[in-house]
């Protein structure tokens, strides 16, 4: 079991680098689009698009790190002025019902999927993309948060720290 826990873990990890990656290939494609613009030459179209894919992918390849690291928004006032019993109940409901929506979305999103699958659709724009490469992102981000959600449920780390305020 140790050994499923550390490979999940890295795959987040690498998850979290390909984001991180994605991160920097949209700051050099906005750079070069907006330096051809100012000199006058026509921005290659292909610059756009996998801008647009960029963000798709860096937002659900990076999601299940964040929650992992508790990157996400979260408000502290509540669970601050709660007794610590109240706390962990308020923190585990929480996370379950995070991992429901988790669960929810990432079925959406396979059944998408193999929507996009079964057609055969394309996203034809600068050039043709099969669209269940852009619908895959959603089961396994979203099973992915599922999981990590999950951690705080049944874990012995909450969401909440009962610490109202900025903390970094």
């Given at each position: 079991?140790?050994?499923?826990?550390?490979?999940?873990?890295?795959?987040?990890?690498?998850?979290?680098?390909?984001?991180?990656?994605?991160?920097?290939?949209?700051?050099?494609?906005?750079?070069?689009?907006?330096?051809?613009?100012?000199?006058?030459?026509?921005?290659?179209?292909?610059?756009?698009?996998?801008?647009?894919?960029?963000?798709?992918?860096?937002?659900?390849?990076?999601?299940?790190?964040?929650?992992?690291?508790?990157?996400?928004?979260?408000?502290?006032?509540?669970?601050?002025?709660?007794?610590?019993?109240?706390?962990?109940?308020?923190?585990?409901?929480?996370?379950?019902?995070?991992?429901?929506?988790?669960?929810?979305?990432?079925?959406?999103?396979?059944?998408?999927?193999?929507?996009?699958?079964?057609?055969?659709?394309?996203?034809?724009?600068?050039?043709?993309?099969?669209?269940?490469?852009?619908?895959?992102?959603?089961?396994?981000?979203?099973?992915?948060?599922?999981?990590?959600?999950?951690?705080f449920v049944f874990g012995?780390?909450?969401?909440?720290?009962?610490?109202?305020?900025?903390?970094?």
């Amino acid at each position: 079991m140790r050994l499923i826990t550390r490979v999940y873990d890295r795959l987040i990890d690498l998850m979290a680098l390909a984001a991180a990656l994605l991160l920097i290939w949209l700051m050099v494609s906005i750079v070069i689009s907006v330096t051809m613009r100012n000199i006058g030459i026509q921005p290659f179209s292909w610059l756009f698009t996998s801008s647009e894919y960029a963000l798709l992918y860096m937002t659900m390849l990076g999601s299940p790190w964040l929650v992992r690291k508790k990157g996400h928004v979260h408000i502290e006032l509540v669970t601050a002025k709660l007794p610590e019993t109240g706390r962990v109940i308020v923190s585990r409901l929480v996370a379950l019902l995070c991992v429901l929506v988790c669960l929810v979305l990432a079925w959406k999103g396979f059944d998408l999927f193999q929507t996009n699958l079964a057609r055969n659709d394309y996203d034809v724009r600068a050039y043709f993309y099969p669209r269940w490469l852009l619908t895959i992102s959603f089961p396994i981000a979203f099973g992915a948060m599922a999981i990590e959600f999950s951690r705080f449920v049944f874990g012995d780390n909450l969401i909440h720290t009962g610490e109202a305020g900025i903390h970094e």
